[in-house]
């Protein structure tokens, strides 16, 4: 968790001008800036950023917001990444609160890999351009194979040399750590030494959906059938190649705007496709989809087109994936290339006007295509045939959610004719699989369950308790201390028209402050101590010592017996004797009032973080965002005003 301290510094510094100006063209215009729409197609600017109000507001699609739900929403942040964004826009240092030793060791190194790829991306991109021998060997190719240098620059491709240890030499020389070096996949080690891992290679550095590079994937120049075509990083605490889609961070705007993601095989078939001006477009690199891509695809559209050319290869490992896709709930369709033509080849051939249209009309559904080319495979082998049958059933099984139900008997129906095999037959299978995930499921479930309790299991010491009721005891003696100041001074004059008394329940109502008593005996001092007060009597300790209700009683009695201390804060200001109670007695009920006011905006503000983590809509986060700014703005005052409480 980023600390409300860092959260406070980001918010005071943020320029809406100048972060929404970072990703669109602002025009000044009066009071506001103008500019064209990032969220819709406009050909004239009805997108409006007001700077005094710090908020954005399209007149067209009627979308607004303030910075954070522009890059929440522009950029796909979440509250937390978007925050990051900004406090690394504003070096503000990030304080993070109860992190672990160990999460925090993960965190820099994390930070340490992403600065080494940073170096690396820079260190490749210049040899390339810069370099004779990135000129001759890397961009020519890079050339021969149709790429331009804006392209090259956007996807920051680069070339590593091919001597044997150029970049390991330059990144030691810059004083990075071997042991990261290694871990980047970049070095290797070879008899003690540290030599490049990506020699003679053109380097596509692989960005995540926020833009920082986690790794890097090495394309082997021209043929070489000793050699790997592509080298990729190894996994480490930033690259997951399960969680990569290569190309997502330069396509999330596209595929927002097209609510269509199409997914290729290769980098170079996104880099071509951007090119040519498709831009929806990401890579798997070549295998089965993963539950983390698909949900990263989710995030932007439902709909998912896997374009893939004829290679038997391609078309299985998509179809590997395409069970998640169907369970995550995404519409999943297929496009099958001409023969010998992949999507670099076939938009260099038609341009991006006809791909997309080809794209548009040979959409095929998914789980018909599948049982299509299964059957081709299986030929007339009754015993793949059978085979065919099952996955199918499998596949159609995955679709057993209610809503998709109709489209599940559809399916059984269309695929039981193309098996030709018995309609009923077929259902029943499905049915056995959907039965057999459930069990699968339900035994995992427990598994998990099992862990839990163990985790959960009492752990030896009390440290961590006796925080807690440090904690606790200090809201206590709050409560406690509003409570005998009533008793002690209640009678006295606050000022020419209240008595003190007056002014207590004055504040404590306004504030709404009395229901949030927990001590219950306090708070039924409290609630008798007002009404006899409303009556016009003058309420005193003995009258309460008299009271027939014994708890009440022994409430008040507790209350005195306790030794009455000054608030420790109260010693840090005041050097030499300390005055009495009695002189300090505004002071003392201020200063409580406040903590108590202090400790309901805490409390406001964590139900309105918790709203915040589960808001899902841009409106809903903007509503907690200005809340949050406005509890935040209270807080200030208060403690700016009584600086005698020290909030924690
Ligand atoms: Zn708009």
Same mark, same amino acid.
């Given at each position: 968790m980023i600390s409300q301290n860092t959260i406070q510094q980001i918010l005071s510094r943020i320029d809406i001008t100048d972060i929404v100006g970072s990703f669109v063209k602002l025009k000044k215009r009066g009071a506001n800036y103008l500019g064209l729409c990032p969220f819709h197609n406009e050909k004239t600017p009805s997108f409006t950023v007001s700077p005094v109000k710090e908020i954005y507001k399209c007149f067209g699609c009627g979308r607004s917001g303030n910075a954070i739900s522009f890059l929440m929403e522009h950029? /796909?942040?979440s509250y937390v990444e978007a925050l990051r964004w900004l406090a690394n826009r504003y070096n503000v240092e990030v304080e993070e609160t109860e992190v672990s030793a160990a999460t925090r060791e993960l965190h820099q190194t994390a930070d340490s890999l992403y600065i080494i790829n940073n170096f690396a991306r820079q260190y490749f991109s210049d040899l390339l351009i810069q370099s004779e021998e990135g000129r001759d060997i890397g961009l020519s190719y890079l050339k021969e194979r149709g790429f331009d240098i804006p392209i090259i620059e956007k996807f920051q491709i680069g070339y590593c040399s091919r001597a044997k240890d150029h970049f390991a030499k330059s990144a030691l020389e810059a004083q990075y750590n071997p042991e990261n070096l290694q871990k980047t996949g970049l070095v290797v080690m070879r008899d003690g030494q540290l030599v490049d891992n990506y020699r003679g290679r053109i380097i596509f550095p692989i960005h995540n959906s926020t833009g920082k590079i986690t790794g890097f994937g090495a394309r082997v120049i021209g /043929?070489?059938?000793? *050699?790997?075509k592509y080298i990729n990083t190894p996994e480490n605490e930033i690259y997951i190649k399960s969680k990569i889609l290569y190309g997502s961070y330069f396509a999330r705007q596209a595929i927002d705007r097209a609510d269509e993601c199409l997914l290729v095989e290769g980098y170079t078939d996104v880099v071509s496709l951007h090119q040519a001006g498709v831009e929806n477009v990401v890579a798997s690199g070549g295998t089965s989809l993963t539950t983390d891509q698909l949900n990263l695809i989710k995030k932007y559209t439902n709909n998912l087109t896997i374009i893939y050319d004829g290679d038997a290869a391609g078309v299985k490992a998509a179809l590997r994936g395409l069970d998640l896709a169907l369970e995550a709930g995404l519409i999943v369709k297929l496009v099958l290339l001409p023969n010998n033509e992949d999507p670099d080849s076939f938009v260099r051939k038609t341009g991006s006007a006809s791909f997309k249209e080809f794209i548009a009309e040979n959409k095929k559904d998914f789980v018909l295509f599948q049982l299509e080319v299964s059957l081709k495979d299986a030929g007339t082998d009754s015993n793949k045939k059978a085979a065919v049958v099952n996955r199918m059933a499998e596949t159609i099984s995955r679709l057993n959610k209610t809503e998709d139900f109709t489209k599940q008997q559809d399916y059984i129906r269309q695929c039981a004719g193309l098996l030709k095999i018995d309609e009923e037959g077929l259902n029943n299978l499905v049915n056995k699989y959907i039965r057999e995930r459930i069990a699968k499921q339900e035994s995992k479930h427990l598994n998990q369950e099992e862990k839990a309790q163990m985790a959960t299991a009492p752990t030896e010491g009390g440290t961590e308790n006796e925080d807690v009721l440090t904690l606790l005891n200090k809201d206590d003696l709050i409560e406690r201390n509003i409570v005998r100041a009533l008793l002690d001074?209640? =009678?006295? *004059?606050? =000022?020419d028209k209240q008595k003190v008394a007056d002014y207590i329940f004055e504040e404590l109502e306004i504030n709404e402050l009395t229901n949030l008593i927990d001590n219950t005996q306090m708070l039924m001092v409290l609630n008798t101590y007002q009404s006899w007060n409303r009556e016009g009597a003058e309420p005193d300790i003995k009258k309460f010592l008299y009271h027939p209700d014994e708890q009440l009683r022994a409430a008040v009695i507790d209350l005195m017996d306790t030794r009455y201390e000054l608030s420790p804060n109260w010693k840090d200001h005041y050097d030499g004797p300390l005055p009495s109670r009695e002189s300090l007695y505004k002071e003392e009920i201020i200063s409580t009032l406040n903590y108590l006011k202090l400790r309901k905006i805490k409390r406001l503000m964590d139900e309105n973080q918790r709203d915040l983590e589960k808001a899902s809509s841009p409106e809903e986060q903007l509503t907690l965002l200005q809340t949050h700014q406005h509890l935040k703005q209270l807080e200030m005052t208060l403690t700016k005003e009584y600086g005698t409480v020290i909030f924690k």
């Open positions: 950029e /796909k942040y /043929k070489n059938d000793r *050699a790997p001074f209640g =009678n006295q *004059a606050w =000022n």
